[in-house]
């Protein structure tokens, strides 16, 4: 037993967490956890808004696999968090937020700073907590990482009164923490793989596809075992990108509303589809009634009540993605499978991958963003991490840049929060030292959080942006061309900032090649000089995002050019 | 699809801010609550909540998985219709100063075997135990007598026998 202070608790009880690193930004009320931390070893990134702190945590934790942490004081410290959880939360990342809070005697005065945090965070945390007593810290910290990092992975936010940080306690650290009603499924239900293996096995054109969660169970081996002893094809949603190497010969691509002509075809023709670790949203599926129409779809996910929420399943597999993998994997090896390797089907793929490239756009003066991307990826080591920014930039990236390994392709998925790349890439920065890492932006996304450039710069947290600028809300802008007559509004931004100025303002470098060829050098010597470097890549203004699934379309319906 | 009253009963952790995680799920899925109660066991960090709603199978289906999903919810049913015994409660007050809406009223709180819990010069306050479509029959009974206020408590329900939550 420790008598110490409730933020001294805290302090030991993330190291007894082997939290390494905090992104946060100090206030009034988080006062004597600010003094607690001064005393430890744990890293301090000082963001420039709360919102990047949450960002950050996300990026690290997704590149990582490791709780992510962030901290911010009471009021609008707490409420500048909220998108940043929200993200987190939607694409089932690991985050833990702390709060301060006004002195309890003040709750409900409508103090100073005072936020009603744990009510506004309600619907966008897998939990949360405020801490009355000093000596219950030790236990809400431990909860905190419990819930966040088991079953499906979210956000938890901790609120934190002052007067409960400055008291004086008998301090007990629980080794384990427990819920009655928190129960997690890992291991699947023997039945259920059996369903799930006997559906398989007599499969004609079996298909898979992956989602966040096979990242998130470290399952990328075993995915593409079973694809090999199948011989089907996966396709991923965009939060599964990277769980396939892109040059598997069975890897499709996406699917959904910016996926592959092959991918969301296949999906149409399957009469057997896996979905493992994949909440099946309306942008991954188009029309339901029009998802993969001809498919006994079954469905593996650890969290039940994401089956039959939008696609209705033949059968389900509750559990762990990896654990119901390999238990599928065993079953398949001791039945014989009766068309495994089914020829026809396999030629399928490679028939569709050859019929939807997409045409060379000629005579046009400017850089095109699916050349730019891939130029970028000429640059980069294969381990190298992406992170993305919202809207065309990310579905370009999303189609055109080459992922090889899980964790190596950070996306705001289930939010579409615009500025989340940037900071995220800073966090994954902080957890992955070893690798390069490069936010795709475009220029309406990076202006939200360009901020965080002097967090990048002041901690040597060395990012690589690259700016697909071509000086609009482009995603916004192609939907007023497409479906609104294109009626602009609110859409053009003109030509401020001058990035590399800003860049250069803060320190950072700035670059705008003028060429492909130019690109590669910017992006080559960024990492060698290993300094914050945005490379502003200007590119035509009207480009659009192809392929593309109208909205309320089925995926086969999918468009290749206006 | 058939959106019929379901009975949905589940065990909670009896702490503040659960009654609002449980309602803020329903408003936020766009889940429609019909009644509600809740009251604590006899161990008293537990409570049981009955909820009503009307729902198609599909989207009942999806309340009990979101509810079983809150750390907070420890077990979730939802009750068996023809097993399952359910009653609601009214506090009704009559306006009764003429004695032959008095009259009338003992009568039909006899005839729904209330109690009768006030009476003054002017009014009375009655007690009615039933099923929902019971307390709705004995309320237009005596609207035309007139009703001056009244309160409902929301459905509370058991299921039969050796069924338990």
Not at chain 1, 132 to 146: G, M, N, Q, S, T
Not at chain 1, 384 to 413: H, K, N
Not at chain 1, 496 to 517: H, M, N, Q, T
Not at chain 1, 547 to 557: A, C
């Amino acid at each position: 037993m420790l008598r110490i202070s409730g933020a001294e608790a805290f302090v030991k009880a993330l190291k007894r967490e082997e939290v390494d690193t905090v992104f946060g930004l100090p206030g009034g009320a988080i006062l004597p956890i600010c003094d607690a931390l001064y005393d430890s070893d744990i890293r301090f990134i000082l963001a420039r808004h709360e919102q990047g702190a949450a960002h950050m945590a996300d990026g690290y934790a997704r590149a990582s696999g490791r709780v992510g942490v962030c901290l911010a004081t009471s009021g609008p410290g707490a409420t500048n968090l909220v998108t940043g959880i929200a993200t987190a939360n939607i694409d089932s990342s690991p985050v833990v937020a702390f709060t301060g809070q006004v002195p309890i005697p003040m709750i409900g005065t409508d103090a100073f700073q005072e936020v009603d945090i744990i009510g506004v965070s309600a619907s966008v945390t897998k939990y949360n907590i405020q801490v009355r007593r000093a000596a219950d810290i030790p236990w809400a910290v431990k909860a905190a990482f419990y819930l966040a990092s088991t079953g499906r992975k979210g956000a938890v936010l901790v609120d934190i009164p002052k007067d409960v940080q400055v008291s004086v306690e008998d301090m007990e650290f629980p080794e384990k923490v427990s819920f009655r009603g928190y129960r997690v499924q890992e291991e699947p239900d023997p039945r259920e793989l059996d369903w799930a293996s006997v559906l398989l096995s007599r499969a004609k054109r079996p298909m898979i596809l992956a989602g966040g969660g096979v990242i998130s169970s470290n399952a990328s081996r075993e995915l593409v075992a079973l694809a090999e002893a199948l011989m089907a094809p996966v396709a991923t949603t965009l939060m599964g990108k990277g769980a396939v190497p892109k040059d598997h010969p069975l890897y499709v691509g996406g699917c959904g509303m910016h996926g592959t002509g092959e991918a969301n075809t296949l999906l149409a023709e399957a009469d057997v589809l896996l979905v493992v670790g994949a909440r099946l949203s309306d942008r991954t599926t188009g029309l339901v009634k029009d998802f993969s129409p001809n498919a006994k779809v079954i469905h593996v996910d650890i969290d039940r009540s994401e089956i039959d929420k939008n696609v209705e399943t033949v059968t389900r597999v509750v559990g762990d993605a990896r654990l119901a993998l390999v238990g599928i994997l065993d079953r398949l090896r001791r039945i014989r499978l009766e068309s495994s390797g089914d020829s026809e089907w396999v030629r399928r793929i490679n028939e569709l991958r050859e019929l939807y490239v997409m045409p060379e756009a000629k005579g046009n003066p400017h850089m095109r963003a699916p050349e730019v991307i891939k130029a970028l990826r000429r640059s980069l080591p294969r381990d190298a991490i992406v992170t993305t920014e919202v809207g065309q930039c990310q579905m370009w990236a999303s189609l055109y840049f080459d992922s090889y390994a899980p964790r190596t392709f950070l996306t705001s998925g289930g939010l579409g929060t615009m500025g989340w790349g940037f900071p995220a890439a800073i966090g994954a920065k902080a957890a992955r030292r070893d690798v390069p890492v490069v936010d795709i932006a475009g220029d309406g996304s990076f202006a939200m959080t360009e901020n965080n450039l002097a967090t990048s710069v002041e901690e040597e947290l060395p990012v690589i942006v690259v700016i697909l600028n071509n000086r609009m809300l482009g995603m916004v802008a192609q939907w007023q061309r497409l479906f609104y007559g294109r009626r602009y509004f609110g859409v053009e931004l003109g030509k401020a900032p001058d990035f590399v100025k800003l860049a250069e303002a803060y320190g950072a470098v700035g670059a705008r090649p003028e060429s492909l060829e130019e690109l590669e050098r910017e992006v080559r010597r960024a990492i060698e000089v290993d300094q914050t470097t945005v490379i502003d890549v200007p590119i035509d203004p009207e480009e659009n995002v192809f392929p593309m699934v109208p909205p309320g379309k089925g995926l086969k319906e999918f468009i290749m050019g206006a | 699809m058939h959106r019929s009253l379901s009975i949905v009963s589940f065990l909670v952790e009896n702490k503040p801010g659960v009654l609002f995680n449980v309602t803020n799920l329903f408003r936020r899925r766009g889940f429609n609550i019909e009644s509600i109660s809740v009251g604590p066991l006899d161990d008293p960090e537990l409570a049981r909540m009955t909820i009503t709603v009307r729902a198609d199978s599909r989207v009942l289906n999806q309340i009990v998985e979101q509810l079983d999903k809150m750390v907070d919810v420890i077990k979730v049913k939802r009750l068996d219709p023809i097993r399952t015994v359910a009653r609601e409660m009214i506090l009704v007050k009559l306006q009764t100063s003429d004695p032959m809406a008095r009259e009338e009223a003992l009568k039909n709180i006899n005839s729904y075997h209330g109690l009768i819990l006030d009476i003054d010069a002017e009014s009375i306050i009655a007690e009615v135990t039933g099923e929902t479509e019971m307390i709705d029959e004995f309320l237009k009974k005596v609207s035309p007598i007139g009703i001056l206020e009244f309160s409902r408590t929301g459905v509370t329900a058991l299921e039969k026998g050796r069924l338990r939550l």
